[in-house]
Each structure stands twice: as structure tokens, then as C-alpha cells.
């Protein structure tokens, strides 16, 4: 039988996990508003707060579409979709994937034909994040009481720290956008391409974020992310055509 990152039978298994995800989340809203019911909450507010946060995750969910987009054209839409659906990060899963099909001599973009691949990328994606899973539980009360403690001693060097830990996480990913900014020196300008990107993202951010405070409008704010994305990712087409 020839290989298909589309498969029907990819698209079957992926269905299932994901019934299983939302009977999770309809299984804790069903439990979440009976509690509150028996706490003495008022029905209006909780319909309110149901609404409003459903509303307030369509931002994120189009940055998630932005990366299914992404990754469909070289693992399908199977795939992808379940990843960022369940447990991936938009960021980790399109670096890990584009890695990957680097070393094996293909790129995002590119249809995986050959089944190895597809799985070697799988494999890649899934140890990578499960580290996350093991880690979070036994490290996280630690981190997070040691910081509580040092807020408590000194709140300036608490925000030293807990940003510090933001800009190394930042840090990481800046990487990836840089390293081929030295293919410059040999006459190659591609590698320029990911930080004129980042640059236009960065900008627009920055200008939603402006346009939040002036106006005092909060959705500004909550579709920042994805906005800054979509527009990133429309611009990097003009500039591959220039810096490619």
C-alpha cells in the first residue's frame, strides 16, 4: 500500500484522541458548573464566564491554525491538527518537524513520501515535548516556592528573576532565528529571511500593543499574538522573493 500523510486511517486515529480531549474538557465544565452551583454562584455570572473565555480562545486557536497550516504541506493535516490540538506548542513542534526534515535533507514545505521519515519526524516531536510532561510535576511546585520565596524577601529581584527566566526561554528560539545569519559573509542572504520576519512580527506587536494602550481596548490585546503571526508569515513571502 503506498505511503499518504492524509491517510483516512491517520484521520480515524486522530478523531479518536481528540473525542477523548473534548469529553475531558466537557467532562470538567459539566463538574465545574455544578460545583459552582453549589458554592451559591450566580447563573448569569457563570454564563458570562463561560462565554467571554470561549471567545477569548478563538485568539490562540488561529495561531494554532497558522502552524497546522504550517506543517500540513510536508506531514498532512492528520497529524499536525493533533498535535496542536492536544499537547504540542506552536513554536516547539514547528522547529522540531523543520529540524528534523533538515537532517534527512528535506524542509517544511516539502511532502514526506517516504514513511521512515514521516516517523523519524514523529518520533522527534513526541520525545521532545514528553520531557515537558515528566519534568512539569516534579520540578514545578519546587520553582514555583522558591520564587514565591525570594518575592517575599526582595519583589524587585523576584521580577529580575521571573523575567530572566522568560528572556532565556525567548532566547532559546532566537537561536533558531539566527543561525544562518553568517551564510551573509559568503555571499548567501536567506539566512536573513527569518530575522526580516521576526523583525515584521516584532513590529507588529509592538504596534497592537501601542494602539491596546491608547485606545484602552482589551481584544487588541488577546489577538496581538496571532495577528502578529498571520502578517509575519503573509511578509515572508515578499521577502524570500527579495532576500531568496
Given at each position: 500500500m503506498e505511503f499518504n500523510v492524509n491517510s483516512p486511517i491517520l484521520f480515524v486515529l486522530v478523531a479518536i484522541i481528540i473525542l477523548v480531549v473534548l469529553g475531558?474538557?466537557?467532562?470538567?465544565?459539566?463538574?465545574?458548573?455544578?460545583?459552582?452551583?453549589?458554592?451559591?454562584?450566580?447563573?448569569?455570572?457563570i454564563k458570562k464566564t463561560i462565554s467571554s473565555s470561549a471567545v477569548f480562545t478563538i485568539a490562540p486557536a488561529i495561531s494554532i491554525l497558522v502552524g497546522v497550516i504550517a506543517l500540513s504541506k510536508s506531514l498532512g493535516i492528520a497529524i499536525p491538527w493533533m498535535r496542536l490540538s492536544v499537547i504540542g506548542s506552536l513554536s516547539y513542534e514547528t522547529i522540531a518537524a523543520g529540524t528534523t526534515l533538515e537532517q534527512v535533507g528535506s524542509s517544511v514545505g516539502t511532502e514526506v513520501t517516504d514513511p521512515s521519515i514521516f516517523i523519524t519526524v514523529l518520533w522527534v516531536m513526541t520525545l521532545g515535548i514528553i520531557l515537558g510532561l515528566i519534568l512539569t510535576p516534579v520540578l514545578t511546585k519546587k520553582i514555583q516556592s522558591g520564587m514565591v520565596k525570594i518575592e517575599q524577601k526582595d519583589k524587585k529581584w523576584g521580577d529580575i528573576l521571573s523575567n530572566a527566566m522568560f528572556l532565556g526561554m525567548i532566547s532559546a528560539f532566537l537561536g533558531y532565528v539566527f543561525c544562518d545569519v553568517s551564510l551573509v559573509f559568503q555571499g548567501n542572504t536567506k539566512g536573513l529571511i527569518p530575522v526580516a520576519v521576526m523583525f515584521v512580527s516584532a513590529v507588529v506587536m509592538a504596534v497592537l500593543g501601542i494602539l491596546s494602550k491608547k485606545l484602552n481596548v482589551r481584544w487588541i490585546t488577546d489577538y496581538a499574538l496571532p495577528l502578529s503571526l498571520?502578517?509575519?508569515?503573509?511578509?515572508?513571502?515578499?521577502i524570500t522573493n527579495w532576500l531568496g
Amino acid at each position: 500500500m503506498e505511503f499518504n500523510v492524509n491517510s483516512p486511517i491517520l484521520f480515524v486515529l486522530v478523531a479518536i484522541i481528540i473525542l477523548v480531549v473534548l469529553g475531558q474538557s466537557v467532562f470538567f465544565l459539566v463538574r465545574a458548573i455544578k460545583r459552582a452551583k453549589e458554592i451559591g454562584m450566580d447563573m448569569t455570572v457563570i454564563k458570562k464566564t463561560i462565554s467571554s473565555s470561549a471567545v477569548f480562545t478563538i485568539a490562540p486557536a488561529i495561531s494554532i491554525l497558522v502552524g497546522v497550516i504550517a506543517l500540513s504541506k510536508s506531514l498532512g493535516i492528520a497529524i499536525p491538527w493533533m498535535r496542536l490540538s492536544v499537547i504540542g506548542s506552536l513554536s516547539y513542534e514547528t522547529i522540531a518537524a523543520g529540524t528534523t526534515l533538515e537532517q534527512v535533507g528535506s524542509s517544511v514545505g516539502t511532502e514526506v513520501t517516504d514513511p521512515s521519515i514521516f516517523i523519524t519526524v514523529l518520533w522527534v516531536m513526541t520525545l521532545g515535548i514528553i520531557l515537558g510532561l515528566i519534568l512539569t510535576p516534579v520540578l514545578t511546585k519546587k520553582i514555583q516556592s522558591g520564587m514565591v520565596k525570594i518575592e517575599q524577601k526582595d519583589k524587585k529581584w523576584g521580577d529580575i528573576l521571573s523575567n530572566a527566566m522568560f528572556l532565556g526561554m525567548i532566547s532559546a528560539f532566537l537561536g533558531y532565528v539566527f543561525c544562518d545569519v553568517s551564510l551573509v559573509f559568503q555571499g548567501n542572504t536567506k539566512g536573513l529571511i527569518p530575522v526580516a520576519v521576526m523583525f515584521v512580527s516584532a513590529v507588529v506587536m509592538a504596534v497592537l500593543g501601542i494602539l491596546s494602550k491608547k485606545l484602552n481596548v482589551r481584544w487588541i490585546t488577546d489577538y496581538a499574538l496571532p495577528l502578529s503571526l498571520i502578517i509575519g508569515m503573509a511578509s515572508s513571502i515578499p521577502i524570500t522573493n527579495w532576500l531568496g
